[in-house]
């Protein structure tokens, strides 16, 4: 069974199921930090009004947690601002902000800056290292057309009216990075999906990395984005690094 086959049989078997108490099952004595992880996420996905395809009912608290866990990490091991590259409505920024808030509040710290990048106009145009080919041949190009996925600026700057350390850079990748401060960043989240953003996110943020600074990718293995790996292995194999693939779809470096 090929990826997207996979993807279609588990929509079907799961709109026949309240996934609810097997949620509830895998995440409830979860903590984050100092906090409940599932009404933490939960709280993201209403707050921001975020949608899960249920495919990706699992996937998605799970690489919410990872994503956290290695937040978490960076915030033991710099002091550098966050960045998160493809911020759609805001979920996982919403959940990065509140967990580090907490931290910071705990430690008596000033919070970091967050600077939440994205066209805000969807995907850019795919190349065709980003096509997918289904099995019976009888497809082959991109999964999702340009300005898939948009979401106006303005409606998830809503979501951070009380937060002034979150900061909005609006543009297409790389551009848009001459909008940033000059700094050593601490954790650099990259959810573009396409394979030319992700390799221009990574020549902009991987020279710029503090020492125990995070970089992760949301779509290294996903079926519908191949490009998303492929940027990633070619640009670390282009600089002899090594890097951990996670069973949750997830690439993490960590910067020595």
Known sequence: MDKLTEQNFISEIHSKTDLTQYINAIFSDRKI?????????????????????SFKAFRRLERLWVLLKFLLFSLKNTSGPIAECGV????????????????????????????????????SEPVEKDWIKYEDNSYYGPSMQKGHFAVPIGEVKEHFLQSPNVKFAKGWVPDVFINLPEEKWGFVHIDLDLYQPIKDSLSYFYPRMSPGGVIINDDFGSPLFPGAGKAWDEFFKEKNEGYAILDTGQAVFIKN
């Open 88 to 123: 759609l409505k805001g979920f996982s920024a919403s959940a990065m902000n509140i967990l580090m808030g907490e931290i910071k509040k705990l430690e008596n710290e000033r919070l970091l800056d967050i600077w939440l990048i994205d066209s805000f106009e969807g995907l």
């Open 33 to 53: 930090g100092p906090l409940e992880f599932l009404p933490l996420a939960n709280y993201c996905l209403e707050h921001t009004k975020t949608d899960v395809v």
